[in-house]
C-alpha cells in the first residue's frame, strides 16, 4: 500500500509541474518573431514546454523499458520456455529495424522552402522510421487478420 502512495505522489507532482509548465506557455509573454511570412508573436516559454515534453517522454520510456526488462527477467528465473515468443518479437524487431536502417535511401528530399540538415544519416534515419512503420503495421495487420482467422477454425 506504501508503493501505492509513492506512485500517486509522483503521479501529482508530474501532473502539477505539467499544469505550471502549460500555464506559463499559455499564459506567459511572447515576443515578436519574424518569419518569411511576416512577423508573428510566439509565446517565451516554447523552449520550456518542449524541454518538459522530452523529460515526459525519457521518464516513460525509462519506466517501460525498466518494467519490461524485470519482467523479463522475472520469467527468465521462473520458466525459461515463456520467454520464447518474447524474444522471437524483439529478434523481429531488430531485423526490421536493421533491414531497414541499410536500405534506407540516402539522397536529398527537395522541399519547396525547407532548409534543414543536409547529413545523409538524417535522411537515413528518417526513410527508415517511415518504411519500418509502414512493415510494423502491415505484420500487425497480418498477425490481427490471421489471428482471428485461427479462432473461427
Known amino acids: 500500500m506504501k508503493d501505492s502512495k509513492i506512485s500517486s505522489f509522483v503521479l501529482y507532482a508530474l501532473m502539477a509541474i505539467t499544469v505550471v509548465v502549460c500555464a506559463f506557455f ?4 511572447t515576443e515578436s518573431c519574424s518569419t ?3 512577423t508573428l508573436d510566439a509565446p ?3 523552449s520550456m ?3 518538459w515534453a522530452y523529460i515526459l ?3 516513460a520510456a525509462v519506466a517501460t523499458l525498466g518494467f519490461a526488462l524485470m519482467t523479463f527477467v522475472s520469467k527468465v528465473l521462473y ?3 515463456s520467454v520464447i515468443v518474447p524474444v522471437i518479437a524483439v529478434a523481429v524487431l531488430a531485423i526490421v529495424l536493421l533491414s531497414t536502417y541499410f536500405g534506407a535511401d540516402t539522397t536529398q528530399m527537395n522541399i519547396i522552402g525547407y532548409e534543414g540538415s543536409q547529413e545523409p544519416w ?4 528518417t526513410n527508415m522510421c517511415i518504411v519500418s512503420s509502414i512493415v510494423l503495421a502491415a505484420i500487425a495487420t497480418i498477425a490481427t487478420l490471421f489471428g482471428s482467422l485461427a479462432k473461427k477454425f
Do not use: E, H, P, S
Not at 499559455?26 to 509573454?29: L, P, Q, R
Open 79 to 81: 520458466d525459461v520456455k
Open 57 to 59: 517522454i525519457v521518464i
Open 36 to 38: 518569411t511570412a511576416g
Open 122 to 125: 538524417v535522411y537515413r534515419v
Open 26 to 29: 499559455y499564459i506567459g509573454d
Open 49 to 51: 514546454l518542449i524541454n
Open 44 to 46: 517565451v516559454y516554447t
